[in-house]
């Protein structure tokens, strides 16, 4: 099916003037039809990223479903779209995780339900055309212009300390990435194309090599968001409501190590190369001491920011231990190498369904008690049976329990960093310790012991709708845990080329 | 022998018939009742319509000279003016139920906007430092006048002679260093005076003292720090339509100004230059940004922030190649439009006996009407270079052409900066989405109003998703 159809252009849009067309549909008279008109869109939009899938040739890393027109043609800007099978699991991811958001917020939002909606739809088609540009320029348009609706979600619908989360949000990611800018115009004077494929085969020397490393740290490292730059994620996680916190911590911190994927280990390998251990420091420092930052939060939000921190450490770390695992003369093949990266990328994706179904388990009990601290919560199981039993699989599945998704992508990362160093693995393997720890421990004050207060009591337990919305996500952490083939199959030519990149030094 | 042939009269027809215009409304407005006010309206506007088509109707393909070598026409001056009367019409469309509520809808206010007008297309034309001069006068003494428009308003008396006398003093020092430099050339010509630097070798000490202060009068009319000093005050003063017009076409013709005496007269002096600008630019970013965060008042706080777009405008003028001048050409076309934007929605929140011009009356906005508190999203991210608004594209083009010319540092600077400045954008979004309306009354505005502005924020949002033909135009105007 749609074979031959401007996929990506369709995924690009559809959710973009469908979104301007919820705008206009307003709130006069009932937000019942913006909120059916925005499902009907995202499931759409759903529904051809599907094609991707379908139609995708996994025997191939060369860029499929490609479009190009000129853009702007003075500048040598164009119009292009396409996905390997780096970026193609991530758009359907995002995809995946809208409709879900747009479900989350059907009977919360009260407040200006079609701006809502709407911001959520555009936010989806910036989101994909981040992951689906191939012109260094377009993308930048993409990822800047993505913050403006996250600015306006979390500062609109957020908590009552929402304008300093957001405009905090805003500073640091903006601040990170305009040097990324100047990154991307200087090298477009060295190969007279702002094409990324271009950039990829570019000769840099040492000097070049890490002033552009560092421009593109500056930007991913916001986004992931590394240790020491990770402050703003709590703020922004806490204070948005639920649909933006899932979209902040399923696919935006994504963007963050594919933008390492795509741009920095390709273009500079022999800056990253020399510079690896600054990253592998900054990953292992994420899991472990934001792991125990995470273990004395009250506020089960930031305590789940704290974990996606930890998480995300481990995809950084599986990026850049490939050198340290290729340098190592006990192996004799790149296969470490691989399982690294693709580690990494199973990981980004785990924790895009983990990390939503955490926001969400959370969204459905502030929905009903308006607290998020924990000391408010305990006995839940009592009231809410159903939705404790979901909560506890979701836990596992944050700790890394193996048969789902967590412990595949953490797995994967650990065993290829043995292969590096073993006391590198030996530091990040603690997150299973931690993070069980910190998960468990929540959910054993949140949903155990006896019934704490009145309003515990008072609790009622999944509507249809959370139900259907925390179904989908467990059936999806477990596929995925059970069964990891059809995603690691997808991504493997396209990650060999990526590590052929990595390889070759780029230096004159 | 002169005759009449020799003037070359048609291809200042614009010109000419903008005078014509402007005389004509002149006496039109003595003999109208104040109730009838509207025809010396409609009648500007009409004019300024037709002046559009006649500068249409110009298609230079080269360098046209007339009234002797004074007068120039190509396409950067046909795309400039297009550019200034436009905005002259818009602001004319966003003044009429300002004027009205303060009982100062006078004819007056037209006719000196046309005679403004007239000045910036002389100006833009110009290819003698006499006729450039004389077109800025034209176009300051005009200003002078509308900034004390509203008599009874102490702030906008103060604002006008602080105006006037720095305003004179810029003027001066411009025309001393055109004395200097005439010392040194032998003509005033534009062209000639190109001809003869070229001739001249090694540092010539006098020669610079012209270019320094012809440099400083540029800077003072720009408003650059640190001869910045007028513009807040100057802005803040004004009625708002006014200082909508002054934050308007003039950069335009400010524009022109600096291409016609710095780089097509001075181009062989663009090393001395060159070093100014950079002082200039890097101060104008730094002082107009920070001090912009300070501000509570709008008109105030779009002051600084012109100082800071124009110390970008500036680095695009540095690069001193045809990158850098039609990447500064794109700023300020785009600037222009973006900043007369931001006024005109000042100009609609104001009501009769009320100024909007608090950044607290912005509060809730989007409650009070959320089409225009998306345009004046539109319009803020547009300032603040955030894409897919056209300010993305301006700022990209100065940038790569200060890369261009290995001046990486310049670039990095001025990004930083520009993180500075999303601070004040952000806090104007801020209280527009994310506060409580403090007063909850109708936005009421006639509908011409209403298209211009809606017309004024999408095409800023249209020209970011598709800049490349003005961009192109821009290229092209420097060939």
């Known amino acids: 099916m749609f074979a031959g159809w401007p996929l990506l252009s369709l995924l690009v849009w559809l959710p973009i003037i469908g979104g301007v067309a919820v705008l206009l549909s307003g709130d006069k008279g009932g937000s019942e039809g913006s909120r059916r008109l925005a499902l009907i869109i995202s499931v759409a939009t759903f529904v051809l990223s599907l094609g991707l899938y379908t139609n995708f040739d996994s025997a191939t890393s060369a860029m499929q479903f490609e479009e190009r027109f000129e853009w702007i043609g003075d500048f040598n800007i164009y119009y292009h779209l396409g996905v390997d099978g780096i970026s193609m699991p991530l758009i359907i991811l995002t995809t995946f995780t809208t409709i879900l958001v747009i479900l989350a917020g059907w009977e919360v939002i009260q407040k200006r339900a079609s701006q809502y909606m709407a911001a959520f739809l555009i936010m989806e088609g910036l989101m994909i055309g981040v992951f689906s540009a191939l012109d260094a320029m377009f993308f930048y348009v993409f990822w800047e212009a993505m913050l403006i609706p996250m600015f306006v979600i979390i500062g609109v619908w957020g908590g009552p300390n929402r304008v300093y989360a957001t405009i905090k949000f805003f500073i640091y990611t903006f601040f990170g990435s305009v040097f990324m800018l100047v990154a991307m115009i200087y090298m477009y004077y060295q190969s007279g194309s702002f094409a990324i494929l271009d950039m990829h085969n570019l000769n840099l020397g040492m000097t070049e090599q890490t002033l552009i490393f560092f421009a593109f740290l500056a930007a991913f490292a916001v986004k992931v968001p590394m240790w020491p730059v990770h402050t703003w994620l709590p703020d922004a996680h806490v204070e948005a409501p639920t649909g933006g916190s899932v979209i902040l911590a399923a ?57 996606s921190i930890a998480h995300m450490g481990f995809v950084t770390l599986g990026l850049f231990s490939v050198f340290q695992i290729l340098n190592n003369p006990a192996n004799v093949d790149i296969t470490g190498a691989v399982l690294a990266i693709e580690g990494a990328m199973v990981q980004m994706i785990s924790h895009g369904f983990i ?11 502030y929905d009903r008690m308006h ?11 009592n009231t809410m049976p159903v939705f404790a039993a979901f909560a ?21 990362v650990i065993l290829a960093v043995f292969k ?7 530091l990040a393997a603690i997150t299973l310790i931690l993070g069980a720890a910190y998960t468990l421990w929540m959910v054993k004050r949140v949903f155990y012991g006896e019934v704490t207060n009145e309003n515990v009591k008072a609790l009622k337990d999944l509507n249809q709708r959370e139900l259907l919305i925390m179904s989908i996500l467990a059936v999806s952490i477990l596929a995925l845990g059970l069964y990891p083939a059809p995603l690691v199959d997808v991504m493997h030519v396209s990650v060999d080329n990526l590590l052929q990149h990595i390889t070759q030094s780029k230096l004159p | 022998m002169m005759t009449l042939e020799m003037l070359n009269l048609s291809i200042a027809m614009p010109e000419l018939f903008l005078l014509a215009l402007a005389c004509t409304v002149l006496v039109v407005d003595v003999y109208l009742k104040d109730e009838r006010r509207n025809v010396t309206y409609v009648l500007s506007q009409f004019g300024l319509i037709i002046t559009l088509i006649l500068i249409s109707q110009q298609s230079p393909q080269s360098r046209e000279l007339a009234f002797n070598g004074l007068f120039v026409n190509d396409l950067l001056a046909t795309v ?11 602001v004319f469309v966003y003044s009429r139920r300002y004027l009205q509520d303060r009982n100062i809808f006078k004819g007056e206010f037209y006719v000196l906007g046309l005679f403004g007008l007239l000045g910036m297309m002389v100006m833009i034309s110009s290819n003698h430092f006499l006729s450039m001069y004389l077109g800025l006068e034209l176009l300051s003494l005009s200003l002078y006048a509308m900034v004390a428009f509203d008599r009874e308003n102490p702030n906008a008396a103060e604002a006008a002679m602080k105006y006037f006398i720095l305003g004179a003093i810029a003027s001066g020092m411009l025309l001393y260093g055109m004395s200097m430099v005439y010392g040194m050339t032998g003509s005033l ?3 000639e005076v190109a001809v003869a630097l070229d001739q001249i070798e090694g540092n010539n000490i006098v020669l610079i003292f012209g270019l320094v202060f012809m440099v400083i009068g540029l800077s003072f009319k720009l408003g650059a720090v640190p001869f910045h000093m007028w513009i807040p005050d100057v802005y803040h003063g004004s009625p708002t339509t006014v200082t909508s017009y002054i934050a308007s076409a003039p950069k335009v013709a400010g524009f022109a100004m600096i291409i016609r005496l710095l780089a097509e007269s001075m181009g062989s002096l663009q090393t001395d230059w060159q070093g100014m600008f950079i002082i200039m630019a890097v101060l104008s970013m730094i002082v107009g940004n920070v001090i912009a965060i300070a501000q509570t008042n709008l008109k105030r706080l779009f002051a600084y922030s012109t100082i800071s777009h124009v110390g970008f405008i500036m680095l695009g003028l540095l690069a001193g190649n045809q990158e850098g001048y039609s990447a500064a050409m794109f700023y300020t076309l785009t600037y222009a439009l973006t900043s007369l934007g931001a006024f005109g929605v000042i100009i609609l929140l104001t009501r009769k006996g009320f100024e909007a011009e608090n950044i607290d009356d912005f509060k809730g906005l989007n409650q009070r009407s ?21 300010g993305f594209w301006a700022k990209l083009a100065v940038l790569k052409a200060v890369v261009n010319i290995d001046m990486l540092w310049l670039a990095l600077l001025a990004v930083f900066f520009s993180i500075i400045g999303i601070f004040y954008y952000l806090r104007i979004v801020k209280v527009m989405y994310f506060d409580d309306a403090l007063d909850k009354s109708e936005i009421n505005c006639s509908r011409d109003m209403q298209i211009a502005l809606s017309a004024n924020g999408l095409s800023v949002l249209l020209l970011g998703l598709y800049p490349a033909a003005l961009m192109s135009i821009c290229i092209a105007a420097f060939a």
């Not at chain 1, 125990?292 to 089960?300: G, I």
């Not at chain 1, 599945?397 to 953490?410: D, H, K, Q």
């Not at chain 1, 590096?420 to 030996?426: E, K, L, S, V």
């Not at chain 2, 089409?371 to 955030?386: D, E, R, T």
Request: net charge neutral.
């Open chain 2, 370 to 390: 959320p089409w225009f508190a998306f345009i004046m999203l539109i319009i803020v991210f547009s300032m603040a270079g955030v894409p897919p608004t056209v």
């Open chain 1, 392 to 412: 506890v699989f979701f836990a596992m599945s944050n700790a890394g329990l193996p048969g789902t998704s967590g412990f595949v992508g953490e797995f994967m």
């Open chain 1, 371 to 381: 607290s998020r601290e924990i000391a408010d919560y305990g006995g839940v199981v």
């Open chain 1, 355 to 365: 990390s939503g179904a955490m926001f969400l388990m959370i969204g459905v009990l």
């Open chain 1, 251 to 307: 696919i935006m911190l994504k963007i963050g190590g594919y933008g390492f994927v795509r741009f920095a280990l390709p273009i500079t390998p022999d800056a990253s190369m020399s510079y690896d251990w600054l990253i592998i420091a900054m990953s292992l420092i994420a899991v472990v001491y934001i792991g125990f930052v995470a273990l004395v939060q009250s506020d089960m939000k930031k305590l789940v920011a704290y974990s």
């Open chain 1, 420 to 426: 590096a160093n073993f006391w590198i693995a030996f």
């Open chain 2, 80 to 90: 400039l003016k297009y550019a200034a009367v436009l905005l002259v019409a818009v």
């Open chain 2, 189 to 191: 010509n534009i062209v």
